[in-house]
């Protein structure tokens, strides 16, 4: 059995293999969105393979859709050429559940997979059509939060940022140029409105999209390329809107075990591939059972029954909230706690880290003791219940392959929000002492002890990508395992630098802390996992 347009006319033999197969009439679907396309996506990935596309495959099933998503690509072209033409842009959906056991499905609402390139005159001439269509609803994105940024940290512009915006749209390969470019087209074809959706698991998701669409489209402006008009009309969010979102699902690489159960049951050509851009990807997603998506209702030309799909639909606020209880407090300190810890501790699966004593203790000080009591309730979901079922039930899932060496990517990026928060918001509160906060201060020293690139038996450990790794490092080259440090050694650098941390930790009077934490950490092998059960027990 193959993977394509042939499953749909084979029932009986995946009916037997226990594969769910898409109730609609998938000719259809795809005619329907080439003459009247709604719904276009930005990052092809597995996120949106294993959780938005399958959104609108429920949609299709009920008869509440009659389109389905264009799905393109500005980064990685392969995922392209390689997992979504060979397969007629079909997903083996694998949802693994903590039993061992699995449901399948064959993902089918994606009507096109093409590329983002504005020298692909096929690709993005079909873009750029469904752009210009005064059907087109939505514009969605998952593309990491990388993919929004124009500048460094230090505000510096990227050299392929400032090139494309003195060189105009014909020239856009950036996603942020990119997307502004089809924006003049529509505007230039009618201006009818349009809903960008970032749906990227990072803080005010919609701002950073609207500001880097905007920042592009004032530098087109002053240089000619746009008129005055396109820019009020991309600015004006009664015509081109940018409501936020929060995202949770976690899909992880692509596990081998699933794999090979697939190819058991006759399901063919189910390898996974490693595309020039390094992304590990395969026809099939694997991923958890539990999913959280909450969107702002601002969609000015209409959306998708999203809300009969399992979104939560909502104002701004309560977005922010939801996203706020995950990013900062339920989730994704939690995650990034272990990615640390796990490498340092020679993990490789965040379930079994799970299985762990000291680093559940450590997890569920984090959520239960220190994040909740600043935790804003969203009103739609509990954060007790959350964090309960983070605990308990999702990161325990030991057929969730997902790896503390993935987690710990881009560590210096997500700290502010992840730690810094609760830091601050304890820093704010009268009531409360920044002060007899443990755990999160645990977290940072187990972050910088990761960065020296050794783990706690004292062996040489590969650190994961940064964009601020070889910084970091030049800071902490005075810092060795088993040397008793002279001095602050660029401590004191690091943790005063608020873009690190979202506050100066030095003025907050919790560096010294950390520091003691991690001097610890550095009296020679073993004494992370002390210095873990000193402080967590």
Not at 227 to 253: A, G
Request: glycine share 6%; with cysteine; charged share 25%.
């Amino acid at each position: 059995m193959k993977l394509n347009r042939s499953c749909l006319t084979n029932l009986e033999a995946w009916e037997k293999a226990s594969v769910k197969l898409p109730e609609f009439d998938w000719e259809k679907m795809r005619s329907a969105t080439d003459k009247s396309p709604k719904w276009i996506h930005f990052g092809a990935g597995n996120i949106f393979r294993g959780f938005i596309a399958v959104l609108q495959q429920r949609l299709l099933n009920d008869g509440l859709e009659d389109s389905g998503i264009i799905a393109t690509d500005t980064f990685d072209y392969d995922i392209i050429d390689k997992i979504y033409t060979p397969f007629d842009n079909m997903t083996m959906m694998v949802s693994l559940k903590p039993d061992g056991t699995m449901d399948r499905e064959v993902v089918a609402s994606v009507a096109r997979g093409v590329k983002a390139d504005v020298s692909n005159e096929t690709d993005f001439g079909y873009l750029v059509q469904a752009f210009e269509n005064p059907s087109l609803q939505m514009v969605s994105f998952t593309i990491t939060e990388k993919g929004y940024a124009l500048a460094n940290f230090r505000g510096e512009l990227f050299p392929v940022v400032e090139k494309e915006m003195e060189e105009g749209p014909e020239k856009a390969s950036h996603a942020m140029s990119v997307v502004t470019a089809l924006l003049l087209k529509r505007y230039l074809a009618g201006g009818t409105p349009l809903a960008l959706v970032s749906m990227d698991n990072c803080s005010h998701n919609g701002e950073k999209l609207r500001d880097s669409i905007v920042s592009i489209a004032e530098a087109w402006t002053k240089k000619g390329y746009a008129s005055e008009s396109f820019l009020s009309w991309v600015q004006d969010e009664n015509k081109v809107s940018f409501p936020w979102s929060m995202i949770d699902k976690i899909t992880p690489r692509p596990a081998e075990v699933v794999q090979k159960k697939l190819e058991e049951d006759g399901i063919e050509d189910m390898a996974p591939i490693i595309t020039s851009k390094n992304t590990y990807i395969a026809p099939f997603v694997n991923a958890e059972i539990p999913q959280y998506l909450v969107v702002e209702d601002r969609f000015p030309n209409g959306r998708p029954a999203l809300h009969k799909a399992g979104v939560y639909m909502t104002d701004r606020d309560t977005v922010n909230k939801t996203e706020r209880m995950k990013v900062t407090t339920c989730l994704n300190p939690l995650h990034t706690a272990l990615a640390v810890y796990g490498c340092l501790l020679g993990y490789n699966s965040i379930a079994a880290e799970m299985r762990d004593e000291d680093l559940t203790a450590l997890v569920e000080r984090i959520g239960y003791k220190e994040g909740l009591p600043v935790v804003t309730d969203p009103g739609i979901l509990s954060p007790e219940d959350f964090i309960r079922e983070v605990i308990e039930y999702r990161l325990p899932n030991p057929f969730i392959p997902d790896a503390p060496q993935r987690i710990a990517t881009d560590t210096s990026q997500k700290i502010p929000i992840r730690f810094g928060e609760t830091i601050k918001a304890y820093l704010a509160d009268e009531n409360l002492d920044v002060q007899n906060l443990t755990a999160i201060p645990l977290a940072i020293a187990g972050w910088l002890r990761y960065l020296l690139g050794v783990d706690d038996e004292g062996n040489a450990m590969e650190i994961s990508s940064d964009p601020m790794l070889s910084e970091l490092k030049e800071q902490l080259k005075g810092i060795r395992l088993g040397e008793k440090p002279e001095g602050k050694e660029g401590l004191d650098e690091i943790l005063s630098n608020p873009v690190l941390f979202g506050t100066d930790l030095v003025k907050a009077g919790i560096s010294g802390k950390i520091e003691t934490m991690l001097y610890e950490m550095l009296e020679g092998p073993g004494t992370v996992r002390k210095t873990l059960q000193r402080y967590v027990k």
